[in-house]
């Protein structure tokens, strides 16, 4: 199992500039520790995590990193002109010297993200889905037309080519078509922090039925703190948590109200959930030997191709000596 950074650039303290450069010193550290991995997250019209420009951040990472993997988590396909992002992708992978992973997601439930990049959220799955297979044409081929429902080009060929053949590329989804089109092309599968171990291991065993070559490369995210004592693990974490609970609940409830997809499936502990116990359930947060057992329930329910750590103090430094905790006394063990 390889060790990742999930990155969401939030905005403790009210000031842009020093929350981006908290992120990249987070990652920059992580990458002396040995990680393999760093995932950012696409946000937008939220001015609590700052990364509406996720190539862009990824970008600047590459820069300043020499070893680690970056990938997104995800890019929400269903904004995106897959033109636009396929000639960023492939710029990117020469950028980090091919160490490009690319996630993808439909986004959601934030009903603002569908008005205003216009996308009806019954149409973002399918979006998305086209989205990627236009742009693995354009990133391995030359000379590509593509005639979608929602995406079209004519003989078009994008320069540079990545260096990477292929980009790995992983799918956050739970959908029955979703996961076959994952299995199907032998993409990798993403679980964010609400998603509960039923649905995961739920979704791992519909792709493994279909394709049980591909799916150890599920991408697992978590929120995470690993503290002295467990009480103290939790106090630093609690307000993280608090206000994301609080956000999502918000975002689900109008979702709910505005009936604007009737195939989504409904917020609970079986599916997705918000709730805070529910969260804090769920996720690696505690003393050192609750975080070691919570991941190993997690590797043996789910044999873990990536686990990306969500640090949740809202105090760099206690993110630091979390994330040293961690790799002295977690990491391997586990």
């Not at 206000?243 to 979702?255: C, E, L």
């Not at 116990?277 to 590797?299: H, P």
Request: glycine share 6%; proline share 4%.
């Amino acid at each position: 199992m390889k060790t990742g950074l999930f990155c969401n650039y939030e905005n403790h303290h009210q000031d842009a500039q020093r929350a981006i450069f908290e992120q990249v010193a987070l990652v920059q550290y992580v990458e002396s520790l040995g990680f393999e991995e760093a995932w950012v997250t696409e946000q937008h019209f939220n001015e609590l995590n700052l990364c509406p420009s996720i190539l862009v951040l990824m970008a600047h990472l590459a820069g300043v990193t020499s070893s680690i993997r970056l990938g997104s988590a995800a890019v929400l396909l269903a904004f995106h002109n897959p033109v636009r992002v396929a000639e960023d992708i492939a710029t990117l992978d020469n950028l980090c010297g091919g160490r490009l992973a690319l996630g993808i997601a439909k986004g959601g439930p934030f009903p603002l993200h569908h008005k205003h990049f216009a996308t009806p959220m019954s149409q973002s799955r399918a979006k998305m889905l086209e989205a990627m297979v236009m742009i693995h044409k354009l990133l391995y081929e030359s000379e590509v037309s593509f005639n979608g429902q929602y995406f079209h080009c004519d003989r078009i060929t994008i320069y540079p080519q990545p260096l990477q053949k292929p980009i790995p590329v992983y799918v956050a989804t739970g959908d029955d078509y979703g996961i076959r089109f994952a299995a199907e092309n032998s993409f990798g599968l993403m679980g964010g922090p609400p998603f509960s171990l039923e649905r995961l291991k739920s979704t791992v065993a519909k792709y493994r039925a279909i394709n049980n070559s591909g799916a150890d490369n599920l991408l697992l995210a978590r929120f995470f703190y690993v503290g002295k004592t467990y009480d103290e693990a939790v106090s630093e974490a609690m307000p993280f948590i608090r206000q994301f609970s609080q956000r999502m609940k918000t975002n689900s409830a109008q979702v709910t109200r505005n009936g604007s997809n009737n195939n989504l499936k409904p917020f609970n502990r079986q599916n997705i959930c918000f709730d805070e116990d529910y969260l804090l359930e769920n996720s690696i947060i505690g003393d050192v030997a609750t975080c070691r057992d919570k991941i190993k329930k997690f590797q043996d329910e789910l044999n873990l191709g990536t686990l990306a750590l969500k640090p949740s103090s809202s105090i760099l430094q206690k993110n630091l000596e979390s994330l040293t905790r961690y790799n002295q006394e977690v990491r391997n063990y586990v």
